[in-house]
């Protein structure tokens, strides 16, 4: 069973940095691509990052290019999230989630939720002004 677990999110000041981290179980993490989302409530989940299962290729909402970095560590089984220049619009659930097939990364589909097969429960982020 597939089990994702994510931690590191918290309250901090405008301008500010956090780190989410997702550990993941109960399958071959090196295989498959990983992601992260966001929601806030009564909006839709929205990407923010996708790394592929190699590490190589990124991809991210325009919103957060250049102040969000998606890393990797296939021997710890855990996917990160690096958030510098926090803004409060950044405010939200942030999930991590993992691609539904192995060896797959594909620019057209990394966006959409239904890419991704498991999702960890989420974790808070909250940013104020």
């Known amino acids: 069973q597939v089990q994702l677990v994510e931690s590191g999110g918290g309250l901090v000041q405008a301008g500010g940095s956090l780190r989410l981290s997702c550990a993941a179980s109960?399958?071959?993490?090196?295989?498959?691509?990983m992601g992260w989302f966001r929601q806030t409530p009564g909006k839709e989940r929205e990407f923010v990052a996708a790394?592929?299962?190699?590490?190589?290729?990124?991809d991210y909402a325009d919103s957060v290019k250049g102040r969000f970095t998606i890393s990797r560590d296939n021997a710890k089984n855990a996917v990160y999230l690096q958030m510098n220049s926090l803004k409060p619009e950044d405010t939200a659930v942030y999930y991590c989630a993992t691609d539904s097939s192995p060896y797959k990364f594909e620019r057209t589909v990394v966006r959409v939720t239904s890419e991704y097969e498991h999702w960890g429960q989420g974790s808070q982020v909250t940013v104020s002004s």
């Open positions: 109960g399958r071959t993490f090196s295989r498959y691509s």
């Open positions: 790394l592929s299962w190699s590490g190589d290729s990124t």
